[in-house]
Nanobody, 126 residues
């Protein structure tokens, strides 16, 4: 079964930085829109940042604009989420999602995706 694999989550202090990786064996990411979502218990999954298949369009949730950057390395078939100025409110399980034939905003706002990863935990201590 094809699915992306997230890595990089860990405990970090408030104000710190962290980079998450989404690797996708068997899924050529530059053919799909890819995004990062996060979820905390009791809340809906939130679209954090998404990047289009051509990497010419990105979307960021208001809560992370100016702090998070999404990028893709086609040679490594990996999408990254660089997170800076982390806050305790950023604590969540972060998921990678992959969807064909959609925009970056479309993926992030609908959370409709063909492939989902298992998630990686990010904990920001105050």
């Amino acid at each position: 079964q094809l699915h992306p694999v997230e890595s990089g989550g860990r405990l970090v202090r408030s104000g710190g930085s962290l980079t998450l990786s989404c690797a996708a064996s068997g899924i050529t990411l530059n053919l799909y829109t890819t995004g990062w979502f996060r979820q905390v218990p009791g809340k809906e999954r939130e679209g954090v940042s998404c990047i289009s298949s051509r990497a010419d369009s990105t979307y960021y949730a208001d809560s992370v604009k100016g702090r998070f950057t999404i990028s893709r390395d086609d040679a490594k078939n990996t999408v990254y989420l660089q997170m800076t100025s982390l806050k305790p409110d950023d604590t969540a399980v972060y998921y990678c999602a992959v969807q064909p034939i959609t925009t970056a905003q479309g993926l992030c706002t609908t959370a409709v995706a063909r492939y989902w990863g298992q998630g990686t935990q990010v904990t920001v201590s105050s």
